[in-house]
């Protein structure tokens, strides 16, 4: 269906939302019909069919489930309307946003919008809901995030949508989970499918910066700001204008460091070491972590008005051992990838091989599945994998060798029982320093220590 056939029900309690709705809509559709009271949308449904209604998650009204969309979603398939329903929602709420498409709406977007935006994905609707079999409009995933980031899973799928939600507007993302998960790979694709892309993207592993290096670092220097500075330095901060700025590892920064950081984000501008002359910034910010976001809510490792700041909105990376057969369909795209690069003809996976890949728990995620199916292509025989070919990264693992000297035994001892206390805990760093008798700051020393 064309949009200038399509009758629209627009359901929010902002006036304002109402108003820039009808006005951007009502040369574009055939009908626009606004509401700010939910409770009225049996009579509507009643005197009149709607194509698409775009409905708010939040109301101020009777209903006080703290998730008025759903209630609402809920009663209008109860009052039998065939109306495609598109959420409204704000950063905070885009979780359940996603989880409203399994409840049988078809889109969502985001407030505020780029009215361009919400007119093709519109659009998108109309198109998809009159053609049969179709459920809703999604993007291919190839086309919406970068191509080193492969998954069929419900989990990803979900991300990925999201990611392409939020990545056109200029909220700071905060992306969680655990090391070798991809957080590096989904802050490309945010900065890739956002109005940023053709401006640069930066990226700084915050936590390899010691305090005297950080501020050079990130905000640039002068000639002459100390004794090593030899020439002007642009900074992180600077080169990123216009552009994305992507600080991984952002938990294992210092309080002190965090102050600087909260600091250049409140004022938006940066003054370069040496330098009086404040440097306004435009930037995107993603931040990425490691540490859970418990962890970080405490405030004698990290600032609570920190995290309000970079945390506009969270994605949560679930671990490789969570992600059912995306286990295969990773395995068998680095095993092409390694079996072009050392020249061997097409290996495949034997039933037994792929049990134990789907059997393993991937301490080290999809950097340790990559390792492992790099070393079984190198090693095996012929173009069939066994089981026996599939040998998991000793760093990973329990055992410790014999033959080892006693001081390299004990730190591999010490290491992997911080990696079981850790699985045990599911990454609650907290948990797992009081399991082991350790502060958290002991903690994180040994996992900078062995890098885990």
Not at 9 to 26: F, G, M, N, Q
Not at 297 to 319: G, M, Q, S, W
Request: proline content about 3%; overall charge neutral; aromatic content about 6%.
């Amino acid at each position: 269906m064309q949009l200038r056939n399509a009758s629209i029900l627009i359901i929010d309690d902002d006036p304002d939302v109402l108003t820039a709705v009808r006005l951007l809509l009502k040369t574009e559709a055939k009908d626009v019909l606004t509401e700010k009271n939910p409770e009225n949308l049996r009579s509507l449904l009643s005197k009149q069919s709607f194509d698409i209604i775009l409905l708010d998650m939040n109301f101020n009204s009777s209903i006080n489930t703290g998730n008025e969309g759903f209630y609402w979603l809920k009663k209008i398939k109860e009052f039998k309307s065939n109306a495609a329903v598109v959420m409204i929602t704000a950063y905070g709420d885009i979780d359940l946003a996603v989880r409203s498409l399994k409840e049988g709406a078809v889109d969502f977007v985001v407030k505020p919008w780029h009215n361009e935006k919400l007119i093709q994905i519109i659009k998108n609707v109309l198109n998809a809901h009159e053609t049969p079999g179709s459920k809703n409009h999604r993007t291919p995933v190839d086309s919406i995030i970068h191509k080193e980031l492969l998954a069929e899973s419900d989990v990803m799928q979900e991300i990925f949508y999201k990611v392409e939600k939020i990545a056109p507007t200029d909220a700071n993302i905060l992306i969680l989970g655990e090391n070798g998960t991809g957080k590096d790979l989904i802050a490309k694709a945010i900065h890739q499918q956002s109005l940023r892309s053709t401006m640069p993207f930066i990226k700084v592993d915050v936590g390899e910066l010691t305090e005297t290096l950080f501020q050079s670092e990130l905000f640039g220097h002068k000639k002459g700001a100390f004794t090593d500075a030899r020439e002007d330095r642009t900074g992180r901060f600077e080169a990123a204008n216009g552009g994305t700025l992507f600080l991984d590892e952002i938990g294992n920064i210092s309080l002190h460091q965090q102050a600087k950081l909260l600091s250049v984000l409140q004022n938006r501008q940066i003054t370069k070491l040496g330098d009086n002359q404040p440097i306004p910034l435009d930037i995107r910010l993603i931040c990425a972590t490691n540490v859970p976001l418990q962890g970080l809510a405490n405030e004698n490792h990290f600032r609570k008005d920190l995290i309000y700041r970079i945390n506009t909105v969270e994605i949560i990376l679930p671990p490789l051992r969570k992600r059912g057969n995306d286990i295969i369909m990773l395995a068998k795209h680095f095993s092409k990838v390694y079996s072009d690069k050392y020249l061997k003809a097409g290996v495949q996976f034997d039933k037994s091989a792929i049990e134990k890949l789907l059997q393993y728990h991937y301490p080290g995620n999809i950097r340790e599945l990559r390792y492992t199916i790099e070393r079984a292509v190198i090693m095996s025989d012929d173009n069939l994998l066994q089981a026996r070919d599939i040998i998991f990264s000793p760093i990973e693992s329990s055992k410790v060798n014999d033959d080892e000297p006693a001081e390299l035994k004990l730190s591999s001892i010490e290491k992997n029982t911080i990696l079981k206390v850790i699985e045990k805990n599911h990454g609650n760093i907290s948990k797992a320093a009081k399991e082991l008798g350790l502060t958290r700051t002991a903690l994180y020393r040994r996992l900078n220590k062995y890098d885990i």
